[in-house]
């Protein structure tokens, strides 16, 4: 098949691509490298600051538009596909749609379906937008509500899961706000890993237990790592001689790998359900999680043995407590790192993953 694939998050095109290349297909992806992030992609569409920059990208998508044309799959990372305003991406969308034979909606990550799920019906305990029956009131959570809520992202965002052949939902979080809407169109497929050539899982020889925190810009408050971080540093100041931790801030795709290499935990997402794609590539090199790993995580994808994230509440007390339970107990870390490892293998490697996209997109 020829695929498109539009967009990224978090290196999951690339991962896919990568996979479905190794099924004979041939794959295009085309992104702005998740902003800062900066994934690989065959084709650029970072935009440049400014009313010039949103110019250029404008140019730069039309001039490749017809080279966009007879895809056998055409998929997107979400509504906003590219970075424009929604309302310059209705006739783009359309486009796509005319000329091609499938399109698919990636259920990734932010977009109307999960802000107005999260803040009204509530299906979840906890979530980047409500805690039990609360709505989240910081910022970050208002300005998504802004953004979603009533503006040309909920119209593109209905008009696109109306109108496309399929929705992909990447976690458990993600299949409950669509799946209610689309229930014969909404898929849930793992997020890709591809499974480094050697991992340790070996417990920890050095006298500290070593924990790395990723934080990205503008978006530590709304992901609880604020929270994550300053139970670190406490735990780090009372267990000195125990704990070591390594801090990774707004740093690109590579340097992050590199940076989380040798550590035994890694601290993720305070209000997720699930393992996204940073942790779950830390489980895929031995790095235990300690964030989202609620029941519905394991039930979504059938495991009924392994259970190698430590699951933490969003709160304060919760990842202190979990955190000071691992460095007190070191003997746990080479039976969480072999789940770890085992974990992805069984569930999200990637030419395992591209084969039930290849399923997806043949039927």
Same mark, same amino acid.
């Given at each position: ?60 998508? *039309? ?22 305003? !929604? ?51 910081? /910022? ?56 480094? /050539? ?40 009372? *267990? ?7 801090? !990774? ?44 790993? #609620?029941?519905?995580?394991? #039930? ?42 085992? *974990? ?20």
């Amino acid at each position: 098949m020829k695929i498109l694939l539009l967009g990224e998050y978090s290196n999951v095109h690339w991962t896919l691509a990568e996979g479905l290349r190794q099924l004979g297909h041939e794959v295009t992806v085309a992104s702005n490298g998740d902003f800062w992030k900066d994934y690989p992609r065959d084709i650029d569409f970072a935009r440049k600051t400014g009313k010039i920059g949103g110019i250029c990208l404008m140019a730069k998508i *039309y001039a490749h538009l017809p080279k966009f044309r007879n895809y056998d799959v055409v998929q997107i990372i979400n509504p906003m596909f590219f970075e424009l305003r !929604a309302e310059r991406l209705f006739p783009i969308y359309r486009y796509l749609r005319r000329h091609n034979k499938k399109m698919i909606l990636g259920a990734f990550g932010m977009d109307w379906y999960w802000v107005h799920t999260c803040t009204y019906d509530k299906p979840l305990r906890y979530s980047d937008f409500n805690i039990g029956d609360r709505v989240r009131t910081d /910022e970050p959570a208002l300005k998504e509500q802004r953004d979603w809520l009533g503006t040309a992202k909920e119209r593109l965002n209905r008009m696109i899961a109306d109108d496309c052949d399929a929705i992909v939902t990447g976690l458990y979080e993600y299949d409950v706000c669509y799946r209610p809407h689309f229930p014969e169109k909404t898929r849930f497929i793992p997020f890709p890993i591809k499974m480094p /050539e050697t991992c340790s899982t070996e417990q920890c020889k050095r006298s500290k237990v070593s924990v790395f925190i990723g934080i990205s810009k503008g978006r530590s408050q709304y992901k609880g790592t604020d929270i994550m971080l300053k139970a670190a540093l406490d735990i780090r100041s009372k *267990y000195a001689h125990r704990m070591k931790l390594n801090i !990774a801030e707004g740093v690109p795709f590579a340097e992050y790998q590199q940076l989380m290499e040798g550590s035994d935990a890694i601290l993720d997402q305070l209000y997720s359900y699930t393992p996204s794609m940073n942790p779950l590539l830390a489980m895929s090199k031995g790095i235990i999680c300690i964030g989202g790993g #609620e029941p519905e995580n394991y #039930e979504i994808i059938d495991e009924r043995e392994l259970r190698p994230i430590i699951n933490v509440q969003p709160t304060y007390e919760s990842v202190y407590h979990e955190l000071e339970q691992l460095v007190l107990h070191p003997e746990r870390i080479s039976e969480l790192k072999r789940q770890s490892v085992e *974990y992805v293998r069984r569930h999200h490697e990637y030419i395992k993953v591209a084969r039930q996209y290849e399923k997806l997109y043949l039927e």
